[in-house]
Each structure stands twice: as structure tokens, then as C-alpha cells.
């Protein structure tokens, strides 16, 4: 049986994921096997992810203060539902001006990105642990 697992269990797919596409020496299917391909492409579509949501945080933070300067969100906080709720609420009481039409577009983006980028991560986690099970399962991974 599985022991429980870690919050940090999706961080540490991916570490484990990009560790195997870039340690030449590591034991891994052969390069023209799709399980490897797979994963890189789930690993680098990841990556995509982030940093597309990582500029329409930065597009949105840039609406806010253009709105308005004293309304403030944590540095790297525009990933979470709390903080992403509450600059929807706030950009809902205002006039719906251009700017607070595309912030609140902005909003959607961020949201959808993070599902994806979650999804992802669990994605991941569950193809790693499966490669990780057929790599324990040969004989020179037990000794």
C-alpha cells in the first residue's frame, strides 16, 4: 500500500520529470520511446503554461494599479482562488470601463491557466510514479 502523500508531491514530479530529461547518465527508455516524448512534451506544454500565466499576472497587476494605486494584491498571490476572487469582486463594483473589462478577462485567464497548470502537475505526478514503478521493477534498480 501507498503511503499518504506530500503537499509537495506535484513539485516533486516535475523536479523528478525535468531530472530525467536532462541527466544524460540516468537509465531511461530509449529516446525514440513515447513514454520519454510524452513527458517532455507534458513538461515543456508546463512550462508554456506558466510563463503565459506569469504575464497576464503581470498585465493584470499593471490594469490594478492603473485603477487603482493603493488596491494591493500579494506579490505571487494571483495564482489563488482567495486573491483571484477578491480582485473579481472588486474589478464587479466598479464602472465597466474598457480597462476593467480586459482586467477582469485577465482574472479568467489567470484562473483557467492555474486549473491547467494544476491538472498538469497531477498529470505528471501520476506518469512519474508509474516510470518510477517500471524502473524499480528491473533487476539492477533493487540492488
Known sequence: MRAER???????ALAVARAALREPHLSRPRPDEQLFRDLKLLVD???????????????LRWH????DPSFAVPARHLDRPLHLDRVGRWLARREQE????IA???VNRCRSLTRSILELDHELEQRTWRLRQGCLSYPAAAS
Open 45 to 59: 506544454h508546463r512550462d508554456d503554461l506558466v510563463d503565459e500565466r506569469r504575464r497576464a499576472q503581470q498585465r
Open 98 to 101: 474598457t480597462q476593467v473589462l
Open 104 to 106: 477582469r478577462d485577465l
Open 64 to 67: 490594478l494599479h492603473q485603477l
Open 6 to 12: 506530500a503537499a509537495s508531491d506535484p513539485i516533486d
